[in-house]
Nanobody, 130 residues
Framework: QVQLVESGGGSVQAGGSLKLSCAAS????????MGWFRQAPGKQRQGVAV????????YYADSVKGRFTLFQDNAKNKVYLQMDSLKPEDSGMYYC???????????????????????WGQGTQVTVSS
């Protein structure tokens, strides 16, 4: 059983930065997809950034490209999301997700397809004020 624990959320003014962390415990295969989704009140959960550990390929939502950066530490089973130039529309609950089934995000399925991820964290809140 895998557990994902997020940290690093908080409140910040527009233009500010936050860094989220996600640590996985339990067995994690060496090749997996792991990253971040977010959900704002009344909206569907959307993919933010996901990375494939096999070759380091990273996917980003268009809305965060150039502002957010996902880092992997495969040896420690951790992923980080550096969020810069934050906007109020970035507010929401941020969830760490992992696909350990052997599927290849971005190839076997769309990287932002939440149904493909079999493990989820409990979420960390990000609030960006204008």
């Amino acid at each position: 059983q895998v557990q994902l624990v997020e940290s690093g959320g908080g409140s910040v003014q527009a233009g500010g930065s936050l860094k989220l962390s996600c640590a996985a415990s339990g067995y994690m295969p060496s090749t997996r997809c792991m990253g971040w989704f977010r959900q704002a009140p009344g909206k569907q959960r959307q993919g933010v950034a996901v990375a494939y550990s096999g070759d380091g390929t990273t996917y980003y939502a268009d809305s965060v490209k150039g502002r957010f950066t996902l880092f992997q530490d495969n040896a420690k089973n951790k992923v980080y999301l550096q969020m810069d130039s934050l906007k109020p529309e970035d507010s929401g609950m941020y969830y760490c997700a992992a696909d350990t089934s052997g599927g290849r995000c971005g190839v076997s399925y769309s990287w932002y397809a939440s149904y493909a991820y079999n493990y989820w964290g409990q979420g960390t809140q990000v609030t960006v004020s204008s």
